[in-house]
Every structure is written in structure tokens, then in C-alpha cells.
């Protein structure tokens, strides 16, 4: 008995020794404890075609031009994303006017206020007084749904938007619509066998998030011959087969207007979309980003899944109904700022704690963003000192877009093999080229789709950036890229012509 204990006791040092021994080589040894080895493989295998490997040679070459290189142009034009100010859009002058005021609140000072009203308008001095008065610092956490006078005031333009009541308590500011999709996707994968509908193209925001949560894609089609529509039938094709495939199909994506698509849903059209999701229990993500790019306000105008699901009437009371806006987008294009909310209608009181509690992790959204949610839902109306000037400037640049988007699908549409919707609305074109035979095999060659091979060239040529059809999903067999139009208006033909030349170069390379 005692040679027993004694054998396990040794057994049990030499063991611990071991362990001992082989922690301390690792420590000790140069290998690093994170590589793309040892890290989640979930963000490993994680897709963003937005900022993928076109935008990465973008900036090298961009990179090598400050460097002093010579190439085939003089400046890399970012056109891969939705980022109107880094292509110089400017600013709206009474948003920066404010959100200086509230960055240096020493301006406001008694000293400093007769030169202060010589620089700055009275209303954006009254508005950035009463911010600080509800905000105190800038630089202080807030509340974690965002300040509740902003809030109250992103509720009040809900209301006057679609005529029916916002609740504040149901608002949670974001940083950026974005943080807002991640979280309610996170919140709606109970398991792996969730499935969330996503357009096909769409924004890759979803896929990717959907990818890092371990939850399934449940692909539907938008129909390039309809302008990008969407057919409940093919909803329904969709959530069958997804069923089918053994998930859990719970949520619907909506992206109105469309990225990359630029379509603009009818009433109609979202009235039998909310119809679908009530019968089939799917809680309906609304990314209405970009509710006032609508460049043909008569025929295709911008309606709000909210006002179009509460005129629906009884019936729908219960429907689930999260939408998502931002101020990255429309006229005032302040990415940078990552500013956005998401309004939560229907959504279980338990489940509003939750998110509650799960914005408080990460404290709080930043406050200048937020500050800028509360601009663009509050800005300055008729009667106040600044309104002409922030109305002629927000029509300035919504009349250059529609010129822009509309200028740039006709050049796509006269190139040979090229056809290309007109955007309704959104930022961006995703016209279908037909690839010759020698290019597709040229492309095999270099491991890359296709699309991407074609947009790799655009790029090398004409320093355009653009996002090949790939990273957004596309019919099997049909090729796209996806372009904005936010270039200035002055390089514009320019940046035709560039685009031209280039394509008719390749077809002439590889005509088949
Ligand atoms: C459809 C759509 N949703 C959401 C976003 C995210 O925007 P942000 O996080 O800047 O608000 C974008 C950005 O391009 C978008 O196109």
C-alpha cells in the first residue's frame, strides 16, 4: 500500500515538472502565442471584399505615386467604397460649426462671444449651447443607448418622417449603422443553426458578420432584369430551402435603398414583404442607410419599413421590426464620425434589457458622433439663420449625385458587352460585363475570379478603384463591378473617359 501511494505521488511530480518544463518553453521559445495559426478561425476565414485585396493594391499604389513613382495615372481614385468626403464632398457648414462649438466650448466664453458671432451663425451657437447644457463634456462617457436628449430628438424625427409615434427608450444610438447590425445579428444567433435571409448582391457587412457569429447566410436573389426587385416567390424559394438545409431561418435583411444595387422598394412591395415576414415569424432588419439618396423622388420615393408596417394596421401589431440609419450617408457623408441608431419596434421589453446591457460593455457610443445623429435628424429649418445655406448646400450635392449617378450608367451602358441599371438611389452603380473567354482563362491563371481580374486591370490602368461583383454575390455565370459614383463632378469626365479607354483596351487584349 505505502510502494503504491509512494509510486503516485512520484508519478504526480514528474508530471507536474513536465507540465512546469514545457510552459516555460513556450514562453521561452521565439514562437508567438498569436498567429493566424493559434487565433479564432471564425475572424480568420471572415470575407470584406469592400476593403479587400483591391482596395490593398489601391493604397500601395497610391503609396508608391507619394513616393514619387511613375505610373499609368497620377492618383488612385477610391471608388470601392461609400466615402463621399475622402473623394472631397464638403462637409455641411452649420454640422461642422456646431460640433466645433461643443469640441472648444471655450468659445463660447463672455470674452470671446462678439468675435465668436462675427465667425459663427446665431443658431449654431444656440444649438451647441444647448447640447453642452444636455451633453455636459464631449469628452465624458454617456449614457450607454446614447444621450436621451438626443434620443428624444431622433424620436421626434421618426415622428414627423412617417406620422406615427417613436418611442426614445426604443432608440440606441450606434457608432455608425454598422455596430447596430453587428449587435442584433449577435443577439439573434441562439446557436449555429440560425439562419438569417440576405439579399444577393449584398452589402458584405451581413455576410461577414453573419460568418463571424457562426450563424447561416439564407441567400435570395434580386432580379437584375427588374431593376434589382425583390419577389416574395423568390423569398419564399429562399426560406424554404434554408429550412430545408436544416436552420432555423429567424431574420430578414432589407437593404432600401440598395447597396450595391441602388433599387428603391415600392410601397407595395414593402407592404408584401412585411406580409411574408409576419407569416413566416422573421424578425425584419431594415438598413434604410441611405433614405435620402433618391434621386427619382417622384417615381421610386423612399418608404419607411416603420410607417409602411404601423399603416398595416392590426394584423401586424406584433411584427418584429428593427431599421437602422446613419450619418455616414445622404448629403452629409460624415463617415468618419461613426454616427447611426437603430430603432426597435415590437422587440420583447426582456430583449431591449439586453441590449441595454450589452451597449454598456462598450460604454457608450462616441459622443461627437452622436452629436452629429442629432444634427442630421434635428437640422436647421425655415426661419433660422442658418437654413439657406445648409439648404442650398444639402441640394447642391444631392443634385450633383443624381447628375453623377446618372452620367456614369450611361457611360457604363455605351460600352460594348457592359449593361448597368440606373440607381435609384444609394451611391453606387454595379454594372454586369460579359468577361471574353481569353480573360476568364487569363484569370484562372492568376487564381483570381474573373470580376476581380477585370477590376485588378481597371485598376492598374486608370488608378480606379473598384469592387468586383464577387464580394457581394452575384448569379452563378454573370460578372459585375461595383462602382460609386462620388468622384467630383469636375474630374467627372475625365474619370469616364479614363474608365472607356481601359475597357475597350482589355477587349481589344483578350477578345475572344
Ligand atoms: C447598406 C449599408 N449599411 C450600413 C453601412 C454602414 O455604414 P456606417 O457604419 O458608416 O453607418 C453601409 C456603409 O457603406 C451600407 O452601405
Same mark, same amino acid.
Not at 466664453?109 to 447644457?133: G, H, Q, T
Not at 432584369?225 to 425583390?230: A, D, F, K, R
Not at 464620425?337 to 441590449?355: K, S, T
Given at each position: 500500500?505505502?510502494?503504491?501511494?509512494?509510486?503516485?505521488?512520484?508519478?504526480?511530480?514528474?508530471?507536474?515538472?513536465? &507540465?512546469?518544463?514545457?510552459?516555460?518553453?513556450?514562453?521561452?521559445?521565439?514562437?508567438? @502565442?498569436?498567429?493566424?495559426?493559434?487565433?479564432?478561425?471564425?475572424?480568420?476565414?471572415?470575407?470584406?471584399?469592400?476593403? $479587400? /485585396?483591391?482596395?490593398?493594391? /489601391?493604397?500601395?499604389?497610391?503609396?508608391?505615386?507619394?513616393?514619387?513613382?511613375?505610373?499609368?495615372?497620377?492618383?488612385?481614385?477610391?471608388?470601392?467604397? $461609400?466615402? !463621399?468626403?475622402?473623394?472631397?464632398?464638403?462637409?455641411?457648414?452649420?454640422?461642422?460649426?456646431?460640433?466645433?462649438?461643443?469640441?472648444?466650448?471655450?468659445?463660447?466664453?463672455?470674452?470671446?462671444?462678439?468675435?465668436?458671432?462675427?465667425?459663427?451663425?446665431?443658431?449654431?451657437?444656440?444649438?451647441?449651447?444647448?447640447?453642452?447644457?444636455?451633453?455636459?463634456?464631449?469628452? /465624458?462617457?454617456?449614457?450607454?443607448?446614447?444621450?436621451?436628449?438626443?434620443? =428624444?430628438?431622433?424620436?421626434?424625427?421618426?415622428?414627423?418622417?412617417?406620422?406615427?409615434?417613436?418611442?426614445?427608450?426604443?432608440?440606441?444610438?450606434? &457608432?455608425?449603422?454598422?455596430? $447596430?447590425?453587428?449587435?442584433?445579428?449577435?443577439?439573434?444567433?441562439?446557436?449555429?443553426?440560425? $439562419?438569417?435571409?440576405? !439579399?444577393?448582391?449584398?452589402?458584405?457587412?451581413?455576410?461577414?458578420?453573419?460568418?463571424?457569429?457562426?450563424?447561416?447566410?439564407?441567400?435570395?436573389?434580386?432580379?437584375?432584369?427588374?431593376?434589382?426587385?425583390?419577389?416574395?416567390?423568390?423569398?419564399?424559394?429562399?426560406?424554404?430551402?434554408?429550412?430545408?438545409?436544416?436552420?432555423?431561418?429567424?431574420?430578414?435583411?432589407?437593404?432600401?435603398?440598395?447597396?450595391?444595387?441602388? &433599387?428603391?422598394?415600392? =410601397?407595395?412591395?414593402?407592404?408584401?414583404?412585411?406580409?411574408?415576414?409576419?407569416?413566416?415569424?422573421?424578425?425584419?432588419?431594415?438598413?434604410?442607410?441611405?433614405?435620402?439618396?433618391?434621386?427619382? !423622388?417622384?417615381?421610386?420615393?423612399?418608404?419607411?419599413?416603420?410607417?409602411?408596417?404601423?399603416?398595416?394596421?392590426?394584423?401586424?401589431?406584433?411584427?418584429?421590426?428593427?431599421?437602422?440609419?446613419?450619418?455616414?450617408?445622404?448629403?452629409?457623408?460624415?463617415?468618419?464620425?461613426?454616427?447611426?441608431?437603430?430603432?426597435?419596434?415590437?422587440?420583447?421589453?426582456? @430583449?431591449?434589457?439586453?441590449?441595454?446591457?450589452?451597449?454598456?460593455?462598450?460604454?457608450?457610443?462616441?459622443?461627437?458622433?452622436?452629436?452629429?445623429?442629432?444634427?442630421?435628424?434635428?437640422?436647421?429649418?425655415?426661419?433660422?439663420?442658418?437654413?439657406?445655406?445648409?439648404?442650398?448646400?444639402?441640394?447642391?450635392?444631392?443634385?450633383?449625385?443624381?447628375?453623377? /449617378?446618372?452620367?456614369?450608367?450611361?457611360?457604363?451602358?455605351?460600352?460594348?458587352?457592359?449593361?448597368?441599371?440606373?440607381?435609384?438611389?444609394?451611391?453606387?452603380?454595379?454594372?454586369?460585363?460579359?468577361?471574353?473567354?481569353?480573360?476568364?482563362e487569363a484569370a484562372k491563371e492568376a487564381k483570381m475570379a474573373p470580376d476581380a481580374f477585370y477590376s485588378m486591370a481597371m485598376l492598374d490602368a486608370t488608378g480606379v478603384c473598384?469592387?468586383?461583383?464577387?464580394?457581394?454575390?452575384?448569379?452563378?455565370?454573370?460578372?459585375?463591378?461595383?462602382?460609386?459614383?462620388?468622384?467630383?463632378?469636375?474630374?467627372?469626365?475625365?474619370?469616364?473617359?479614363?474608365?472607356?479607354?481601359?475597357?475597350?483596351?482589355?477587349?481589344?487584349?483578350?477578345?475572344?
Amino acid at each position: 500500500m505505502l510502494r503504491t501511494l509512494h509510486r503516485i505521488a512520484q508519478a504526480n511530480v514528474q508530471q507536474k515538472t513536465r &507540465q512546469l518544463i514545457s510552459c516555460v518553453a513556450v514562453r521561452y521559445s521565439s514562437a508567438k @502565442v498569436l498567429t493566424t495559426e493559434t487565433m479564432h478561425p471564425l475572424i480568420k476565414n471572415v470575407e470584406y471584399a469592400v476593403r $479587400g /485585396a483591391l482596395p490593398i493594391r /489601391a493604397e500601395a499604389l497610391s503609396a508608391e505615386l507619394k513616393a514619387g513613382k511613375k505610373l499609368n495615372f497620377d492618383k488612385v481614385v477610391f471608388c470601392n467604397i $461609400g466615402n !463621399p468626403q475622402q473623394l472631397n464632398q464638403k462637409p455641411i457648414t452649420f454640422f461642422r460649426q456646431v460640433s466645433s462649438l461643443c469640441e472648444n466650448p471655450e468659445l463660447l466664453a463672455p470674452e470671446n462671444r462678439e468675435l465668436l458671432s462675427k465667425l459663427y451663425p446665431a443658431d449654431a451657437i444656440a444649438r451647441a449651447e444647448v447640447l453642452l447644457k444636455n451633453i455636459g463634456s464631449i469628452g /465624458a462617457y454617456s449614457h450607454s443607448k446614447g444621450i436621451p436628449f438626443i434620443r =428624444e430628438n431622433v424620436a421626434k424625427f421618426i415622428e414627423s418622417r412617417d406620422g406615427y409615434s417613436a418611442n426614445p427608450e426604443h432608440i440606441f444610438l450606434t &457608432q455608425g449603422a454598422s455596430s $447596430g447590425v453587428q449587435t442584433m445579428i449577435q443577439i439573434l444567433t441562439q446557436n449555429t443553426s440560425v $439562419g438569417i435571409m440576405i !439579399p444577393i448582391p449584398q452589402y458584405p457587412l451581413y455576410s461577414a458578420t453573419i460568418s463571424l457569429v457562426d450563424a447561416a447566410p439564407i441567400p435570395y436573389y434580386l432580379n437584375e432584369e427588374e431593376n434589382w426587385g425583390l419577389s416574395t416567390e423568390d423569398l419564399k424559394k429562399s426560406i424554404e430551402e434554408g429550412r430545408k438545409a436544416g436552420k432555423d431561418v429567424r431574420a430578414l435583411v432589407i437593404i432600401n435603398p440598395g447597396n450595391p444595387t441602388g &433599387q428603391c422598394l415600392s =410601397e407595395q412591395n414593402i407592404r408584401e414583404i412585411i406580409d411574408f415576414c409576419h407569416k413566416e415569424r422573421l424578425l425584419l432588419l431594415a438598413d434604410e442607410v441611405y433614405q435620402t439618396n433618391i434621386y427619382m !423622388p417622384k417615381e421610386r420615393p423612399f418608404h419607411s419599413f416603420k410607417k409602411v408596417l404601423l399603416s398595416m394596421g392590426e394584423k401586424y401589431k406584433d411584427q418584429e421590426l428593427v431599421s437602422f440609419h446613419s450619418t455616414s450617408k445622404g448629403m452629409i457623408g460624415e463617415c468618419g464620425r461613426r454616427g447611426g441608431y437603430f430603432e426597435c419596434v415590437n422587440i420583447d421589453e426582456g @430583449v431591449l434589457e439586453q441590449l441595454y446591457k450589452i451597449s454598456s460593455i462598450s460604454l457608450c457610443p462616441n459622443v461627437s458622433g452622436q452629436i452629429m445623429v442629432d444634427l442630421m435628424t434635428n437640422p436647421p429649418v425655415e426661419g433660422d439663420a442658418s437654413y439657406a445655406k445648409y439648404k442650398s448646400e444639402i441640394d447642391g450635392i444631392f443634385q450633383s449625385l443624381q447628375r453623377r /449617378a446618372i452620367k456614369l450608367a450611361s457611360c457604363f451602358n455605351s460600352l460594348e458587352g457592359i449593361t448597368c441599371n440606373a440607381a435609384e438611389g444609394a451611391m453606387y452603380l454595379f454594372p454586369r460585363i460579359t468577361i471574353p473567354q481569353k480573360a476568364v482563362e487569363a484569370a484562372k491563371e492568376a487564381k483570381m475570379a474573373p470580376d476581380a481580374f477585370y477590376s485588378m486591370a481597371m485598376l492598374d490602368a486608370t488608378g480606379v478603384c473598384v469592387v468586383p461583383g464577387s464580394g457581394f454575390g452575384q448569379e452563378a455565370g454573370t460578372w459585375h463591378f461595383r462602382s460609386t459614383f462620388l468622384p467630383e463632378e469636375n474630374l467627372f469626365d475625365g474619370f469616364c473617359s479614363k474608365i472607356e479607354d481601359f475597357h475597350k483596351d482589355f477587349l481589344n487584349k483578350y477578345r475572344d
